[in-house]
């Protein structure tokens, strides 16, 4: 007996209920909502730092500095690090934020070297918008990363004020790496020169080594040449920087997750007691289909599959409207030029919809295996 | 041999410390194709013996078979899938599924056999038109009349063709005329297709349109009389 012929049983019992279901769909909507929110701030942080095999980049900041309006480097150290063996090119990198508090929406610029950037990094990048042409001709351009176009309305050929400079947007671009998603990059030069009159300071620079197992080596050698200097530096692994810079968004998302375990115990609470009050509310229904002859089994598996069906309703309306919120906001973490984004993948949403399902098939155990022993007789009595 | 046997058949239940026995030691027969009423004052375990009949309830002591198996000895799946097989319950509150409609009601037996979509159609179809509702199909429980939702209740316990047809005082909840009806397609089941009935009734009108009357009283078969003897009691 094939169990796909009782599915539109279980769908009538809960289409049929409307009220019923809609309150316990929409609970756990709700639920998945926020579950689904955290889990993708969970996911924006494990991307924008984990290490990944294969890295070569490191990041040489300004010793004991935490924010790029106080790491500031004479732009010469660059051929001084391009000259210890095992560097491959370092660029140096002028950062300007728009807001150096933890915000939704900070604006960051870029100023980099364009020809050795673009030799460097164009590989790792897609224009989808604009004109890379465009941006090496003009000293105002800016190559805007897709997450803050789409946050911003930013389109090729427009201007936009932020951190007092006054960019055009020559391109989009597109990357694996969350940090150019969310960045302007713009000529050196100009940031450098933007209203701050800072030529030859650096906030950072970018060096690329020729292999990831030489990345400590030549950290410890950049940090060591520049020791006794004036401006002494502190090299990081470019994911370890982010960490460093971004600790107070890795603390709040990491307890964030305790929340995302407190929704998933609220779904659970929720089709637990609705199904126990449908449960309960339908005591002789039970035992009139047990009297047609469906076991005792099949019951309980027709209990589960409401549960199941409730949560699932639930869970998909909740996570896909998260899905929407995150890409339609193209919303990102920043501090101090570095982005944690809120990335709400397909991987995320399918994770949502696997523990909805547990938890729906959970929360109809108990009462499914509770009807499922009652004896028939006394239901009839009781009901 | 009998279609339903009956040998010292008890059932007990335990209520704090009493111990309740609506059932004492009954011994009776049913011929196959035979229409049964069964009469006695409440708690005279005329209820309890038809759950036992009909495969809802289990025995404390004591023997029923039906149709050659024993029922006591079968385990609560088996008992669900004899069930399935051979038994139509009729119930006084109907007992229909509020969400499902009439249709969707009498096609819940059919789900549990290997039968096509279509199958199911012709025979749901057949089992409404038998009870005369087959124009209210599509219309759910409560938006029929008591005797229409009794019909439907009917055409749910006959859409498998079961052995035997069980009824808890099926009329116990219309007006005279809604149980006039039922009870004459009770008749016509059992006239045309030689149903096996057993059926509780208060009602001695109601039990004189069975073949044979049995008068409970705590727990005990006490008399038994044929149709006009028990229309007159």
Not at chain 1, 20 to 28: E, K, P, Y
Not at chain 1, 41 to 51: D, I, K
Not at chain 1, 101 to 115: C, I, N
Request: net charge neutral.
């Amino acid at each position: 007996m094939s169990v796909g012929r009782f599915v539109p049983y279980v769908l009538k019992q809960v289409t049929r209920h409307r009220g019923r279901s809609a309150l316990t769909v929409a609970g756990v909507a709700i639920a998945m909502f926020l579950f689904t929110a955290v889990q993708a701030m969970n996911r924006g942080v494990t991307v924008a730092t984990q290490e990944r095999a294969g890295e070569t980049t490191l990041v040489v900041y300004r010793a004991d500095r935490y924010c790029p309006a106080t790491s500031e480097l004479p732009q010469d150290y660059q051929s001084r690090i391009e000259r210890i063996e095992g560097v491959v090119s370092a660029i140096p990198v002028k950062v300007v934020v728009s807001n150096c508090r933890t915000s939704l929406d900070v604006v960051t610029f870029r100023g980099v070297p364009k020809e050795a950037f673009l030799a460097e990094r164009g590989g790792a990048m897609e224009l989808v918008a604009g004109s890379a042409e465009d941006w090496k001709r003009r000293t105002d351009a800016a190559l805007v990363g897709e997450t803050l176009a789409t946050r911003r309305g930013l389109r090729p050929g427009m201007t936009f004020d932020a951190a007092g400079i006054t960019a055009y947007v020559a391109g989009v671009i597109r990357s694996d790496n969350p940090q150019d998603q969310n960045v302007a990059y713009t000529a050196l030069e100009f940031v450098q020169l933007a209203g701050r009159d800072r030529l030859g300071i650096v906030t950072q620079f970018n060096v690329t080594v020729e292999d990831p197992s030489m990345l400590e080596s030549v950290a410890a050698e950049i940090d060591g040449t520049f020791k006794t200097a004036q401006e002494p530096t502190a090299t990081f692994t470019e994911k370890s920087f982010i960490g460093r810079i971004a600790d107070d968004i890795i603390e709040l998302v990491g307890f964030a997750r305790w929340l995302g375990i407190g929704c998933l115990a609220a779904v659970l609470a929720l089709v637990a007691n609705a199904i126990v009050l449908s449960v309960q509310s339908r005591i002789g229904e039970h035992a009139v289909l047990q009297t047609l002859g469906y076991s005792s089994r099949l019951v309980a598996l027709l209990i589960v599959g409401e549960g199941l069906v409730l949560s699932l309703a639930g869970g998909v309306l909740g996570a896909l409207a998260a899905y929407v919120v995150a890409r339609l906001g193209s919303f990102a973490l920043a501090v101090e030029g570095v982005s944690i984004p809120i990335e709400a993948s397909l991987g995320v949403i399918a994770t949502g919809l696997v523990v909805c399902g547990t938890i729906g098939v959970l929360g109809g155990l108990v009462p499914a295996w509770q009807a499922s022993r009652r004896e028939i007789a006394a239901c009839f009595r009781a009901a | 041999m009998a279609l339903i046997e009956c040998r010292g058949l008890t059932r007990e239940y335990k209520k704090g410390d009493n111990i309740i026995r609506p059932l004492d030691g009954l011994d009776l027969d049913v011929e196959r194709g035979e229409f049964v009423a069964l009469m006695g004052p409440s708690g005279s375990g005329k209820t309890t013996l038809l759950n036992l009949v009909a495969g809802i309830d289990s025995p404390t002591r004591g023997e029923l078979t039906v149709d050659g198996v024993a029922l006591g000895s079968l385990s609560r799946n088996k008992l669900a899938a004899w069930r399935a097989q051979h038994v139509g319950y009729v119930f006084q509150l109907y007992n229909l599924v509020p969400v499902l409609t009439a249709y969707e009601n009498v096609e819940l037996p059919l789900l549990l056999h290997a039968l096509s979509r279509r199958e199911r159609h012709g025979r749901v179809m057949t089992a409404l038109q038998r009870v005369g509702i087959a124009d209210r199909h599509d219309h759910y429980p409560r938006q029929l009349s008591g005797g229409q939702e009794q019909r439907v209740a009917i055409a749910r316990a006959v859409v498998t063709d079961p052995t035997i047809l069980v009824g808890d005082e099926p009329t116990g909840d219309l007006d005279a005329s809604a149980a006039e009806a039922v009870m004459a397609l009770l008749g016509e089941l059992h006239d045309d297709l030689g149903k096996t009935i057993i059926m509780v009734t208060h009602d001695p009108k109601t039990a004189a349109c069975a073949e044979r009357t049995l008068h409970l009283e705590k727990g005990r078969l006490v008399r038994e009389a044929g149709a006009m003897e028990g229309a007159a009691v």
